[in-house]
């Protein structure tokens, strides 16, 4: 039997228990028509998506319990927490500010793809996946993919860079907490979830301590007098070094900042009963937090050029570039004298990147679509795209190609002009395939005929596109003319297959 809290949470699982399977159909008919228009339409923009995800689905509550975790003997050692500033609308003012930026149009195809799964995952409307909430885990399960990934998706897109959701692995071995970063080494925000009477409880509380200026000090208790809630939320911020949390539950949400890593003062928003409307101020958030890592940078930066002292400035630029190595995967690639940087975006191609290269300096050529150049060591090339939906063909091609004689398909990299597609190369052309030894001609036609198998025409089999390495194995290149799911009786590939086995 589902529990009230007496929140606006509880109202939306009341008002969806009373309509008839009629209006519960009529309403998901009606959000998966919204989906579709929003994703068939080339002028679709962040606004609109934001739009659908305001409101929020509720979710039922199952256990009354208040009780909370007991304060871990790591908490008991925090660096004590001096005050709670009060600033009831630091979000709110956040959100306004951010107007603007929302009317932005979601033109790449991996967005578009990552927030329609968002939007087509879960309804809206209905009791999230109808379960009680009966512990913490599912009222994680629902901010992770109700809130949590929504607002990462869209922030990808405004950002356009990859921001992923996780849960973060313990030393025991065990998952609670939820962050938001660019890698899982690198929190920008996290997620204090209580299920909803134990928030309903010790919110409260917790807001009683917040000022409206400087105020006292905070009451930081004793380690034998530790209140549950209070270090819990002020672990995250000491732990991953964040400087953005939210407090959240069913039954509402409050969001904490600090100014920087060292500062023990945190600022604290109102506390906003109805969760909708959360993953538009979540985008705002992550957004934030973005910006303030890279306006350190750009200060450390700075500090380094003012520096004169030379160990100072060694030491200042080792750090530096440790900050950049966590927070930066890439490659550099050559052009004329010029190194560019290309971020490793493999995770918005679904991509999982095996990039074992850093540095491509030979220019092989250019094919169909844009340059290829090498790594040094030959190893690994990198095709590049100015248009992002050929470089996502290519990588269609690969991932469905995998395991037969074609490159390995190890990443994907963007400067956001160019998308460049990482792939193993072994070998060099052919110089005639007539002339090819007799295991070399059935193997290209094995190829063939495993890609035809799979759906894929080449379409472009010549010298050039046939690599042999030293042991004469062969592995066909170039995909950029390929088709997928086509049926071709009179096409070059057939033409090719015809004249090897006349062979």
């Not at 304060?71 to 005050?83: D, G």
């Not at 939820?178 to 909803?196: H, P």
């Not at 191609?349 to 150049?373: E, M, N, Y």
């Not at 950029?480 to 590939?493: F, G, H, I, N, T």
């Amino acid at each position: 039997m589902s529990l009230s809290t007496g929140s606006p949470n509880d109202k939306k699982v009341a008002d969806f228990d009373v309509l008839s399977p009629e209006m519960r159909e009529s309403l998901d008919a009606a959000e998966e028509a919204w989906i579709g228009s929003w994703n068939n339409n080339e002028g679709r923009t962040v606004r609109e998506a934001l739009q659908f995800f305001h409101h929020v689905p509720p979710l039922r509550c199952g256990n009354p319990r208040t009780a909370t975790k007991t304060v871990s003997e790591k908490e008991k050692k925090l660096t004590p927490l001096e005050y709670i500033i009060s600033e009831p609308d630091w979000v709110d003012k956040m959100v306004t500010a951010r107007q603007p930026s929302f009317d932005m149009t979601v033109e790449s195809t991996a967005h578009v793809r990552g927030i329609w799964r968002v939007m087509a995952a879960h309804s809206r409307h209905a009791p999230y996946r109808n379960t009680e909430e009966m512990r913490e885990g599912e009222t994680d399960d629902f901010h992770l993919h109700a809130i949590l990934r929504p607002a990462a998706a869209i922030a990808t897109a405004i950002r356009k860079e990859t921001l992923i959701t996780y849960f973060i692995q313990h030393e025991q071995g065990t998952t609670s907490d939820l962050g938001v970063g660019r890698t899982k080494d690198k929190q920008y925000i996290m997620a204090e979830d209580k299920r909803s009477p134990v928030f309903t409880k010790h919110q409260e509380k917790f807001c009683g301590y917040a000022a409206p200026g400087p105020g006292k000090k905070f009451p930081w208790p004793p380690e034998t007098e530790m209140d549950k809630a209070e270090p819990a939320l002020w672990g995250q911020f000491s732990q991953y070094r964040v400087n953005y949390v939210k407090l959240f539950s069913p039954a509402g949400v409050l969001y904490v900042r600090r100014k920087n890593v060292t500062s023990n003062t945190l600022v604290l928003s109102r506390k906003y009963d109805d969760l909708d409307g959360d993953v538009e101020r979540t985008v705002c958030i992550i957004l934030a937090a973005c910006e303030q890592e890279e306006q350190l940078s750009t200060m450390a930066l700075h500090a380094m050029v003012r520096c004169q002292d030379w160990i100072s400035t060694w030491i200042l630029s080792f750090l530096l570039w440790i900050l950049w190595y966590r927070q930066t995967r890439g490659v550099y690639i050559l052009f004329g004298q010029y190194d560019v940087f290309f971020r490793d975006v493999s995770e918005q191609f679904d991509v999982s990147s095996t990039i074992s290269t850093h540095s491509f300096t030979k220019q092989l050529g250019r094919g169909a679509s844009g340059v290829v150049v090498s790594s040094a060591n030959g190893s690994e090339i990198v095709k590049l795209f100015s248009n992002e939906d050929l470089a996502q063909h290519e990588v269609n091609v690969l991932q469905r190609a995998r395991g037969l004689a074609v490159p390995d398909l190890r990443g994907v990299v963007s400067d956001r002009k160019k998308t460049g597609v990482i792939m193993s190369y072994r070998g060099s052309p052919i110089r005639d395939v007539g002339q090819a030894t007799t295991e070399q001609k059935q193997q290209l036609a094995a190829v063939l005929r495993s890609l035809h198998h799979r759906g894929i025409h080449h379409h472009d089999v010549h010298e050039d596109n046939i690599l042999v390495d030293e042991r004469g194995r062969i592995t066909l290149v170039d995909f950029d003319r390929a088709e997928l799911d086509v049926r071709c009786m009179d096409c070059a590939d057939m033409a090719m297959l015809e004249s090897l086995e006349s062979l």
